[in-house]
C-alpha cells in the first residue's frame, strides 16, 4: 500500500506528464467520436488529458485550501469565471452562441491549462527540480522525430493529418506537393512554426551553457531539425517571432556575441527559402504599390485645371472598341483576409458587448488574431483577465533575477529559454490564433508551468 501510494506522488504523475509532453505533438489528429453541430472530434491526446486532468482534480479537492491560496491559481479563477459569464452572456443576451458549442470551446481551454495544474498540485519542491533533464531530454526526442517525419513529409510523401476544414478533420491523409508548408505531425504550419519558436530558444541557449558534449551533440540535431521545420513551414511571422524570442532569450543569458553569430545564421537560412523569400517579397511589393499608387492619385488631385468646358462632337466609332485589359489586383491573400474580413468581424463583435464579448465560438473558426479574438469573444474584461494571468507569471520570472546565482545551469538555461518563448508566442498571436491550437497551447502551458514552479522552488528556500 505503502509503495503504491509512493508511485501515485511520484512516478504515476511523472509519466502522465511525460505522455502528455509525447503523444499531444506527435500523434496525428485521428477523430475519435465527432462532437454534432462542429467538426472538432474527441481525439487519442483528449483521453490522455482526461485521465491526467482526473487525477489533478482528486489532488485539488484534498488540498483546495492550500491551492486556492496561489496568486496565480487565483488569476486563472478569475480568468474562466469571467470567460464563463461571457458565454452566459453570448448565449442569453447577444445570442450570438449555440451553447453546446460554446460550452465546448470553453471546456477546450480549460483541458489546455491541466499540464499546469498538475505541475502545481502533483509535483513537491523536489520532483520539480530532479525531473527537469527528464523532461528536457523528452522534449528533444520530441523535436527529432518531428524533423525525422517533417523530412518523410517532403521526401518520401508521409502523410499529412490536418485539420484546417471540415473534410481534412475527418482524418483525411494528404500528401505534401511542391511549393507547399511542411506541418510535420501537427494539425497545420502554423502550429508547427509556433512550436519551434517556443522550444528553439530553450535549445539554442541550453546549447550555449551546458558541458556534456552528449548533450550539446542532441541538442545541435534538435535545433537544426527545428530550424528547417520551421523554415519549411513557411510562416512569415513565426520567423519574426523566432527572431524575437531568440533575441531576448540570448539577451537574458547575457550571450552576447552568439546572438550576433545566431542572427546572422538565422536570417541566412531563412533568406535561402524561395518560398519565404516569395512570400516576403510579396508583401513588400503589394504595400510599396499602395504607398506609390497613393502618392500618385494625391498628385494628380493637386492638379486643378482652369478652362472653358467644350461640348465636343460624338462620332460613333467604325469598329468595335476592344475590351480593355482589366487591371491586375496587388494583394497579399492572407493579409487582406485579416484587414478586410477577420478582423473587421471581431471588431465588431466587441462593438455589441464591449465588457462581455459575444461568447465563445461567436466569430467564426479563426480570426488570426488572438487578442483580438479574446477581445470579440470575452470582451474588455476576458482580455484583462487573461493579462493578469501572465502578469503574475511575469512577476515570478523577474523575481528570478535576484536568484540567478541559485539556479543550476540546466535550470536556468531553461528558464532563459521559456522567457524567450513567451515573449515570441506573443508577437505570433498578433498574427495567429495561436493559443487555440490545442497542440501548441498545450505544451505550451506545461512548459510555463514547470518554469514558474521552477523557480518557486529556488524562491521558497
Known amino acids: 500500500m505503502q509503495k503504491l501510494s509512493q508511485w501515485f506522488k511520484g512516478a504515476i504523475p511523472k509519466y502522465l506528464l511525460a505522455a502528455v509532453l509525447i503523444i499531444v505533438p506527435l500523434f496525428p489528429k485521428f477523430p475519435l467520436l465527432s462532437i454534432p453541430g462542429t467538426y472538432v472530434a474527441i481525439r487519442f491526446e483528449d483521453i490522455i488529458l482526461l485521465i491526467l486532468g482526473i487525477v489533478v482534480l482528486i489532488k485539488v479537492i484534498f488540498n483546495f485550501k492550500t491551492i486556492i491560496k496561489d496568486k496565480i491559481v487565483i488569476a486563472f479563477i478569475i480568468f474562466f469565471a469571467v470567460n464563463l459569464i461571457s458565454l452566459m452572456s453570448g448565449v442569453f443576451l447577444t445570442k450570438t452562441v449555440t451553447f453546446h458549442i460554446g ?30 533533464s527528464y523532461f528536457v531530454k523528452i522534449l528533444v526526442l520530441v523535436t527529432v522525430v518531428t524533423f525525422i517525419y517533417g523530412i518523410g513529409q517532403r521526401y518520401l510523401s508521409f502523410p499529412i493529418i490536418i485539420t484546417q476544414n471540415d473534410t481534412y478533420s475527418k482524418g483525411v491523409a494528404l500528401r505534401w506537393t511542391s511549393g507547399s508548408h511542411i506541418s510535420s505531425t501537427f494539425a497545420g504550419h502554423y502550429d508547427l512554426a509556433a512550436f519551434m519558436v517556443m522550444v528553439l530558444p530553450i535549445f539554442v541557449t541550453l546549447l550555449l551553457t551546458l558541458k556534456s558534449w552528449g548533450n550539446k551533440i542532441w541538442l545541435f540535431v534538435a535545433t537544426g531539425g527545428g530550424i528547417w521545420l520551421l523554415v519549411n513551414s513557411l510562416s512569415r511571422i513565426a520567423q519574426v517571432s523566432y527572431l524575437v524570442a531568440m533575441g531576448v532569450a540570448l539577451l537574458l543569458a547575457r550571450k552576447f556575441k552568439a546572438l550576433v553569430i545566431v542572427m546572422i545564421i538565422s536570417i541566412t537560412l531563412i533568406g535561402l527559402s524561395s518560398s519565404l523569400y516569395a512570400r516576403f517579397s510579396r508583401v513588400i511589393d503589394v504595400y510599396y504599390h499602395k504607398i506609390t499608387a497613393t502618392n500618385i492619385s494625391d498628385i494628380r488631385q493637386s492638379f ?112 532563459i529559454g521559456i522567457a524567450g518563448a513567451i515573449i515570441g508566442t506573443f508577437v505570433s498571436a498578433t498574427f495567429i490564433d495561436i493559443f487555440e491550437a490545442s497542440k501548441f497551447a498545450t505544451i505550451f502551458w506545461l512548459l510555463v508551468g514547470y518554469s514558474v514552479y521552477l523557480i518557486r522552488s529556488h524562491l521558497n528556500e
Open 103 to 132: 460550452l465546448l470551446n470553453y471546456v477546450r481551454r480549460i483541458e489546455y491549462l491541466v499540464p499546469f495544474f498538475a505541475i502545481l498540485t502533483l509535483f513537491t519542491k523536489e520532483q520539480i527540480k530532479n525531473n527537469l
Open 304 to 415: 486643378v485645371v482652369n478652362a472653358e468646358d467644350q461640348v465636343l462632337p460624338s462620332l460613333r466609332p467604325e469598329t468595335t472598341v476592344p475590351t480593355p485589359t482589366p487591371v491586375p489586383i496587388f494583394e497579399d491573400r492572407s493579409t487582406s483576409i485579416r484587414l478586410k474580413v477577420e478582423w473587421p468581424r471581431a471588431i465588431r463583435a466587441l462593438s455589441k458587448n464591449p465588457l462581455l464579448g459575444t461568447g465563445y465560438s461567436s466569430i467564426g473558426l479563426a480570426t488570426d488574431n488572438d487578442f483580438l479574438r479574446m477581445l470579440g469573444e470575452t470582451g474588455i474584461l476576458g482580455f484583462a483577465a487573461f493579462f493578469l494571468i501572465f502578469a503574475r507569471i511575469g512577476i515570478v520570472f523577474i523575481k528570478s533575477i535576484s536568484i540567478r546565482k541559485s539556479f543550476s545551469t540546466l535550470e536556468l538555461g531553461f528558464i
